[in-house]
């Protein structure tokens, strides 16, 4: 046999169970809003990150050009230090004619000491 004793429920008990109602369903809603704050922030970070992807593929005919652009600055800097500091490769290796290969510094400090004469770059 169960026995249940009643009671009598005030006004007081029961507002106290209004109030902590209330605030559990203000704790749900504040983890809801959050939960869909951080979502909506997801997706736009994803959304911001396929524009951003989307924006940077390139084309054949855009490396081509940058690869012509890089030539040209390359043959307009050919005797510059800090144009052929900027363009060459830390990697970069130069073979001469001696069968010998001359380092991105070696190539950089013969090509700014050693200038051709001027009626070689006239001529070209």
């Known amino acids: ?3 249940s004793r009643k009671r ?9 169970d209004i109030g902590v109602g209330l605030m559990k369903l203000k704790y749900f809603v504040s983890l809801g809003t959050l939960m869909a704050a951080s979502l909506l922030i997801s997706f736009m970070a994803r959304q911001h990150d396929a524009t951003l992807a989307h924006a940077h593929q390139r084309t054949a005919n855009q490396d081509r050009q940058a690869l012509i652009a890089l030539e ?3 043959l307009n800097g050919e005797h510059n230090a800090a144009a052929l500091e900027r363009i060459l490769a830390s990697d970069f290796v130069h073979p001469v004619a001696t069968g010998d290969f001359l380092t991105k510094a070696q190539h950089i400090y013969y090509s700014t000491e050693y200038l051709p004469p001027a009626s070689h770059v006239a001529n070209m």
Do not use: A, C, G, R
């Open 72 to 74: 040209n600055e390359w």
């Open 8 to 16: 009598e429920v005030s006004e007081t008990d029961f507002l106290t």
């Open 1 to 3: 046999m169960i026995y």
